[in-house]
């Protein structure tokens, strides 16, 4: 009883704790406190973490009835994420004749960022940031991106990659962006240890199922079992086989891997929303980034922050795979991994990772001037890149990040308001991510609010307030396509 009224009283972090060890203990315990937040007690905080967790998990709801309500919701829950997508972007398909990612995907060629009536980019660009915040003119495509379903959150895949490994299905929901905008799948993997094989995928995805026929004979066995471990599914919130999952099938191994996300090292552009902020209706939506070159890198998670690839990869399976909280964590089967034997072999592989090949760039990171005329858009681009448009300060070569965060103010341009469920409101630092391969990684910024290059260096304009003239911002565009 103890257990219970500490439940009630402010003090949470010891109760984690006691929470974690003694889960039959407490789900009654949580039980109860959920009957009482329910009549109104935690009103003056707003919601705890802990009310989050589902009706099913707490024996309120059974699984049939949670599945036959979510499937009977989703179609007007996907037609209103669709509707506000129109509103957000042209989705009309432009491939690009010439650019293609590693394996051949077209790039897409944007802006596909709608504009407010009667601007255009330049006249847009020639406001004050308060006159655009004032007369709610900043384009609807620059406004954080919800979930399609904020309220719920959750893993959600593809279509693409649910095709092939439909264990990844939800029924509640399906992913929003279109094919077209997002990175190949499955993309090429470069290990940085054998640059002189290229793209050594074999043009798979790498499973559990393949990866010792595609690997052997290229890693030490070390590196190999940590790519094992990188693809096997471990529970998670929405996958895994307690009657609270998102997922049809009572498969005997639910879950997902690293490498459903980071799919081959790089990303299959999964999305779910970010583990730390509460309210619900805060947290972000955030785009999976790619694992090529987080050998370079040095802070990891778009806000986390946290300093080696040995924590994130520690702490993506207990925290961010759970929403953040280990109550449910421990009800739905977390698996601590062991430090010295596994977190170190899965991050040493990942260390592997390789950007994609830049042929444009020369040792030091730069174009080649033996390949691009002085007066070339790329040559053009590249100046501007280290010059006016001011890129370089935060994103300076060779590796095109400064390893730190940046607090962009966009929230400069926008009031806060709430798009279906998410209070788009400031937004603080957050990372800056690479720019080698950017081209290969779409869509753009931490929740892939921006769905080509153009659109990026379109909002990067605005942001910086650089001015940048037409002719500067698709010889920008030429340069990172180059990176
Ligand atoms: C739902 C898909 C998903 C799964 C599964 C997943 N990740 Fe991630 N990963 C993400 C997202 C999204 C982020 C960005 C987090 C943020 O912005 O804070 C991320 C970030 C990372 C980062 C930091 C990258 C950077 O550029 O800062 C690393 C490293 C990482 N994940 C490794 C792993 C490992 C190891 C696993 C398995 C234990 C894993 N991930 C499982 C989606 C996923
Ligand atoms: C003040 C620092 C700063 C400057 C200057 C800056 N960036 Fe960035 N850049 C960032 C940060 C921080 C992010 C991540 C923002 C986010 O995810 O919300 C980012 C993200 C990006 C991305 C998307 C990366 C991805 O993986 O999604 C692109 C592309 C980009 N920047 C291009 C540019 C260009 C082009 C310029 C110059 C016109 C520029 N940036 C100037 C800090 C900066």
New binding site residues.
Partial sequence: MHTCRGMRSGSRRPLLIVAVVLMSVVVPCLTARYSIAQEGEAQDAGPSSYDQLAPVLLGKETFKTMLTRDKAEKPAVMARQQKLLEERYDLTLRPDPELKMSRGKPVQVGPAVKLPEGLTWKSLSEMSSEHIRDKNLFPKGFLPLPHPKHAAGGMLFPQMEIKQLPRLARFDLDFDLPEAFLPEFPPAIYLTTRPDLGDVSQGKAVTVDNFQEIFRGILNSKDLEGLRLLVTQFPQQQFNATADRKTELPVAMQGVACFDCHVNGHTSAATHLAGDIRPQSHRRRI?T??LRGVNIQRLFG?QRALKTIEDFTEFEQRAAYFDGDPVSAAAKGVNPLERGSQVHFMSEFQELLNFPPAPGLSWDGKLDPKKFAPESPEMQGQA??FGK???????PGPYYT?NS????M?DRFYKTQTINGLVATQ?G???????RG?KE??????????LT?ED??E???L??E?K?SSPEKQA?VAF?RQL
């Fill in positions: 785009d980034p790619s778009s501007l890149f448009a001011r890129c370089a300060e935060c994103h400064d965060m940046h607090d962009l966009v937004q630092p957050i990372k800056t991510f690479t720019l950017i990684s779409p869509p753009y910024l931490h929740d892939g609010r921006l290059l990026t260096v909002f990067f304009n942001i910086l650089v940048l920008l990172l």
